[in-house]
């Protein structure tokens, strides 16, 4: 199978590539995770998956292997607000304390780089996640685990907080970090040699 990149460091993503047994190297794309004013959340996080995507295949454009590049990218959208990565435990404990109780949606974006036609596909998966009502303990030993470091919407689902999840409607490997099916279905309709 041929080598693909990953622009990303993300833990999570890369275990998704082992379960594929995907040859693999994580370059990140350092691109500016800013979402695009003026667009629809799903789009403006498809573009943002795009521009990370882009900017690594830019930056492997005179090697000399077949090119793929995977870019992805997941927000958490609750009234038509976005929640990205905490920037810190107080912001954290914002977030889980604006979503205990609720139901939120989590987008993942996917974008997969074709060096052979030197083009980009891409999709957005919206999911959707209800929180069980939490106390401020269970919240404060949530944000005392750490897990929420670096995680959108401050919260890795498939950890510690499905102590907290009642309910998903959607794809699970989307809300991790990687639509799975989709992108099986990118790599196979761009012709990549897997899978049959």
């Known amino acids: 199978m041929e080598h693909i990149v990953l622009a990303s460091e993300s833990e999570r993503r890369q275990e998704y590539f082992k379960l594929l047994g995907l040859p693999f190297s994580c370059i990140p794309s350092l691109a500016d995770e800013t979402l695009a004013s003026?667009?629809?959340?799903?789009?403006?996080?498809?573009?943002?998956?795009r521009r990370k995507a882009g900017k690594v295949a830019e930056m492997l454009k005179n090697s000399s292997a077949p090119l793929w590049v995977a870019g992805a990218d997941t927000v958490i959208a609750l009234e038509e607000k976005v929640y990205g990565k905490p920037q810190n435990r107080e912001d954290a404990?914002?977030?889980l304390r604006t979503f205990q109780g609720r139901e939120h949606q989590v987008i993942t974006a996917l974008a997969l780089?074709?060096?052979?036609?030197n083009k980009?596909?891409?999709?957005?998966?919206?999911?959707?996640?209800?929180f069980s009502p939490l106390s401020s303990g269970e919240i404060e030993w949530y944000l005392d685990s750490g897990e929420w470091e670096g995680?959108?919407?401050?919260y890795k689902i498939q950890g510690l907080a499905s102590c907290f999840i009642a309910e998903i409607h959607g794809s699970f490997s989307s809300i991790v970090g990687l639509p799975l099916r989709?992108?099986?279905?990118?790599?196979?309709?761009?012709?990549?040699?897997?899978?049959?």
């Open 38 to 49: 003026g667009m629809a959340i799903n789009d403006a996080v498809e573009d943002l998956a």
């Open 93 to 95: 404990g914002r977030m």
């Open 113 to 117: 780089y074709n060096g052979r036609k």
């Open 120 to 130: 980009i596909d891409s999709c957005s998966v919206s999911s959707r996640v209800v």
């Open 151 to 154: 995680a959108a919407g401050a």
């Open 182 to 196: 989709e992108f099986y279905a990118m790599l196979r309709d761009n012709g990549y040699p897997y899978g049959g």
